[in-house]
């Protein structure tokens, strides 16, 4: 069963816009929550984080969001720039950690 | 430092033939996760390790897939005999504590092939 869910297979957004990635889980024994990045031939690597104890998480041009009771959370990357083309996977960790199935963002020039 | 090193990186088989992954975590790292990526499931975890003991295997597709943990710095992903559904980038990743925060640092991934 598909724990964590990224329901929008592909993002398109024009450079120096706002992306918003989007994240559902069903599991509330969630308690930590992560955003990866991945591009093509290479492994999943980190990009930003959040605890379910907060609702919000900044770092640079990226935001993580976390609703709790709607077991949803959000990446907001702005201003969105070329190098962000990648797919981005949303993780959620009770111990063992469950991806999403990934959402390719393509930020046009 | 080295990240998690994957072996091989490709791997080009014929089903029924027995393939084995392996993969050497990130030195003082107690965690290990084999996860599989998929178009249509994207990164599913397989199973996860901590300090060399299984803890959850219930992703593990079938009885034809099996891993093992023999000591901190090795861990293989086994299948035997495979077939052509199996064909996939399965990746390693380790992480340091064997908590529930804590990002994984993932290996470069095992293209499998299976015709």
């Known amino acids: 069963d598909q724990q964590v869910k990224q329901n929008s297979p592909s993002l398109s957004v024009q450079e120096g816009r706002i992306s918003i990635l989007n994240c559902d889980y069903t599991?509330?024994?969630?308690?930590?929550f992560l955003w990866y990045k991945k591009y093509p031939a290479e492994g999943p690597t980190f990009l930003i984080s959040?605890?379910?104890?907060?609702d919000k998480n900044e770092d640079g041009r990226f935001t993580v969001f976390l609703n709790k009771s709607a077991k949803h959370l959000s990446l907001h990357i702005v201003p969105s720039q070329p190098g962000d083309s990648a797919v981005y996977f949303c993780?959620?960790?009770?111990?063992?950690?469950?991806f999403g199935a990934g959402t390719r963002l393509t930020v046009k020039p | 430092d080295a990240g998690v090193i994957q072996s091989p990186r490709h791997e080009v088989t014929e089903m029924g033939q027995e393939v084995t992954l392996r993969c050497k975590p990130i030195?003082?790292?107690?965690?290990l996760f084999w996860y599989r990526q998929t178009m249509m499931r994207g990164l599913e975890l397989l199973i996860y390790?901590?300090?060399?003991?299984?803890?959850?295997d219930s992703g593990m597709p079938e009885d034809r897939f099996s891993a093992k943990m023999p000591n901190a710095s090795f861990s293989t992903l086994k299948i035997q005999p495979s077939e052509p559904r199996d064909s996939a980038v399965y990746f390693c990743?380790?992480?340091?504590?064997?908590?529930?925060?804590?990002?994984?640092?993932f290996g470069e991934g095992s293209r499998l092939t299976v015709l």
């Open positions: 390790f901590n300090n060399n003991v299984p803890i959850d």
């Open positions: 990743a380790s992480r340091r504590q064997a908590e529930v925060a804590g990002e994984l640092f």
């Open positions: 959040i605890s379910s104890i907060k």
């Open positions: 030195s003082g790292h107690n965690s």
């Open positions: 599991n509330s024994m969630f308690d930590y």
């Open positions: 993780a959620a960790s009770a111990m063992g950690m469950r």
